[in-house]
């Protein structure tokens, strides 16, 4: 029986991003306001899972004392700290989500190495739009949230009006409703070890915005949009026909996950014709 326990974690530094070999005006192309020389912060959340088999005597996995003390020792050298100066392990590299998640990795997997677990993830959290993870397998996945706002009815043509109205309920009602969606969009890939990058990151909000929020965002789905005037804008529908849109625009990273809100209670995650 293997269980996977996921121990959370915060800490508090600054970081600056800038590469010596191009123009100030390049850099900021690259790294936007994150290029500023004395540096910015963040209030860093990471989450480290774990996974091993149940131990009979304990029915524990592990002591989650000492699964917190381990990742305490490993993030205290980064905490209050301005990372580019004060944490070697960089080695001269960029201080990105990306970057750090794969160190940190490999920092508490080593930490732990001779405990019946295996570090699994380790889930970097920059802001609560913008996270990193690092597996096992050494793929590191980039999460960025998006939001948008849309008005649809859910309505199958083929139904009677009558079973349209048991099936959707108040969804069904003529003139429709709307939501405050969130996708958060998840793309993965090798990082770059001269720009510490999944994906640049402005080119990613640009593909978003051009194939998702500007067609979507205070749209009308079933009226306004091409994709759901025959389509039922189910949320499933959603972020399948989200997948179809995004997945040849976020070169040279690969789609891997998307995560649909409808609402706070309500998800929709979706990763593809696996």
């Known amino acids: 029986m293997q269980i996977r326990l996921t121990r959370t974690r915060e800490f508090e530094a600054s970081h600056r991003y800038w590469l010596d070999d191009l123009s100030p005006e390049e850099n900021r192309r690259l790294f936007g306001r994150c290029v500023s020389p004395h540096g910015h ?3 860093y959340r990471c989450a480290a899972s774990v996974v091993g088999a149940l131990a009979p005597a304990s029915g524990m996995v592990v002591d989650v004392k000492a699964l917190d003390a381990a990742l305490g020792d ?15 392990p960089l080695d001269g590299r960029q201080p990105t989500t990306e ?17 019946p677990v295996r570090v699994e993830s380790l889930r970097i959290y920059e802001t609560d739009e913008l996270w990193a993870e690092a597996q096992e397998d050494a793929m590191v996945t980039l999460t960025r949230v998006y939001g948008f706002s849309a008005a649809h009815r859910l309505h199958e043509p083929g139904l009677s009006d009558e079973e349209n109205a048991a099936l959707f309920g108040k969804c069904n009602r003529p003139h429709g409703h709307g939501h405050d969606y969130r996708l958060e969009v998840s793309v993965g890939g090798s990082v770059d070890p001269r720009t ?3 994906v640049d ?3 990613l909000d640009e593909a978003v915005r051009a194939r998702v929020l500007d067609r979507w965002d205070h749209r009308h789905l079933n009226l306004e949009t091409e994709e759901f005037r025959a389509l039922n804008p189910t949320s499933e529908n959603v972020v399948r026909v989200a997948w179809r849109l995004l997945a040849p625009h976020v070169a040279p990273a690969r789609l891997v996950r998307l995560v649909l809100w409808e609402t706070p209670k309500s998800a929709f995650e979706y990763r593809g014709d696996e």
């Open 196 to 198: 510490g990058m999944v």
């Open 201 to 203: 990151l402005a080119c």
């Open 41 to 43: 912060g963040h209030n």
């Open 99 to 115: 970057v750090l998640a794969g160190l940190l990795r490999g920092q508490l997997a080593a930490r732990v190495a001779d405990w």
């Open 74 to 88: 490993v993030l205290a050298p980064l905490d209050h700290r301005f990372l580019n100066l004060d944490w070697a």
